[in-house]
């Protein structure tokens, strides 16, 4: 297979690859597939590259959009590579605040994510959330004329069969749970800010402190 790699590091590569090598390890929803399909359209690019596993090619982050341009017919895409069982910092969660706290029953290990993509025996849709230790938002506005578009692809057997209000329900889901997070963020802020007063408070009076005096003539 050759790849046209756009950009590369040690940690891992960029590259424009045939999208039937990649292998889903989860299914999608019919009702954000249709929303990112618009977007997709409306921009006529891709902004951001999926993350896949580089020896075996199961999506690790981009399920969606590898979807998208699949039905839409295009035939290439956008790809971070990376080593999924060489990369040890990375991790496998059920939320997306897991990337803060995790126990044994919340992970997934990265051997489960691969086998079932290489099974074909998906998971339920966003049934993991992967915490890369890179920034996965590597903007590069690849424009989909460049991804050979051909006739439409039938992706149905990659969605989960749900209805119209079972496919809202799950988007409220979805709100709430980035809801989770800011939360967390917020309380883990207030937290820090008062770690931080504290600590002000403590030296404000170390100007008249004898050892802190010592210490500035030392320097």
Not at 141 to 155: A, E, F, I, M
Not at 200 to 215: E, H, P, S, V, Y
């Amino acid at each position: 297979m050759t790849l046209t790699i756009l950009a590369e590091n040690s940690n891992a590569k960029i590259a424009i690859m045939p999208i039937n090598k990649l292998k889903p390890h989860e299914r999608g929803s019919p009702l954000y597939l249709e929303l990112l399909k618009k977007e997709i359209i409306k921009d006529g690019m891709l902004k951001y590259p999926i993350i896949a596993d580089e020896k075996t090619h199961v999506i690790l982050d981009g399920m969606h959009r590898w979807l998208a341009l699949k039905s839409l017919g295009y035939t290439l895409i956008p790809v971070m590579l990376i080593d999924a069982f060489q990369n040890t910092r990375m991790r496998v969660g059920r939320r997306r605040i897991h990337r803060y706290i995790i126990g044994s029953e919340e992970e997934i290990t990265i051997k489960e994510v691969i086998s079932t993509g290489l099974s074909k025996r998906l998971m339920k849709p966003r049934s993991t959330r992967h915490f890369f230790p890179f920034s996965k938002v590597h903007q590069i506005n690849c424009p989909l004329h460049s991804l050979k578009k051909n006739v439409p692809q039938d992706v149905s057997r990659y969605l989960a069969k749900m209805t119209k209000e079972e496919c809202k329900s799950a988007i409220k889901d979805w709100l709430e749970e980035i809801s989770e997070e800011l939360e967390f963020l917020r309380k883990r802020k207030e937290e820090v800010q008062g770690e931080m007063a504290d600590f002000l408070n403590r030296i404000k009076n170390l100007d008249n402190d004898i050892t802190f005096q010592g210490f500035s003539k030392s320097r």
